[in-house]
């Protein structure tokens, strides 16, 4: 399983946009990129996922380089309803789909 | 669809003491997984199950049981509680589709040994 690295936490301000990369260095040719948000007492939920250049839905925009050792979750005109947990995950679909979640990114959304 | 179901929601044991905690899915999904969430930490894999029938270990599976005679049900066993088990029990599952990795969550379960 690829080993992900990301930062521990990260501030930011009503409206701002916050942009939270992970390092996946040994990334396999049949992994994804998946992006998970844990709110204090729940379970995570997932928000997006990629494999190659850029990925867009509702919540959040995911961009990944060529060499996709490396990805970036953009989160546009965050709200205090944002501060949560962000977990970045490498793996693929198969062999069961075991992922592996680190310590993940505390995001803190101030007024 | 209720989704993801866990019972109970907090659960105080005594050392040595056992407690099944369950957990079922009406998705029709064929993954399931437990997990454990320590205060402050990322998850980790305790057990998973690919499909009814079929479970295999995780990262962290010592003091641990699960099982899988159903497609919609989970329950994973403590034997022999002890104070290193207190956690946060969190129960997923997926569907098999080749592509996604997107795991749907319980609510967890809050279980304190002491």
Known sequence: ?111 | NAGVTQTPKFRILKIGQSMTLQCTQDMNHNYMYWYRQDPGMGLKLIYYSVGAGITDKGEVPNGYNVSRSTTEDFPLRLELAAPSQTSVYFCASKTHDGTTNEQFFGPGTRLTVL
């Not at chain 1, 990369?21 to 990334?27: G, L, R, V």
């Not at chain 1, 396999?28 to 939920?45: E, H, K, L, V």
């Not at chain 1, 850029?54 to 925009?61: G, I, L, W």
């Not at chain 1, 947990?85 to 680190?102: I, P, W």
């Open chain 1, 1 to 111: 399983l690829a080993k992900t690295t990301q930062p521990i936490s990260m501030d930011s301000y009503e409206g701002q946009e916050v942009n939270i990369t992970c390092s996946h260095n040994n990334i396999a040719t049949n992994d994804y990129i998946t992006w998970y948000q844990q709110f204090p007492s729940q379970g995570p939920r997932f928000i997006i996922q990629g494999y190659k250049t850029k990925v867009t839905n509702e919540v959040a925009s995911l961009f990944i380089p060529a060499d996709r050792k490396s990805s970036t979750l953009s989160l546009p005109r965050v709200s205090l309803s944002d501060t949560a947990v962000y977990y970045c995950l490498v793996g693929a679909e198969a062999a069961g789909n075991k992922l592996t979640f680190g310590g993940g990114t505390r995001v803190l959304v101030k007024p």
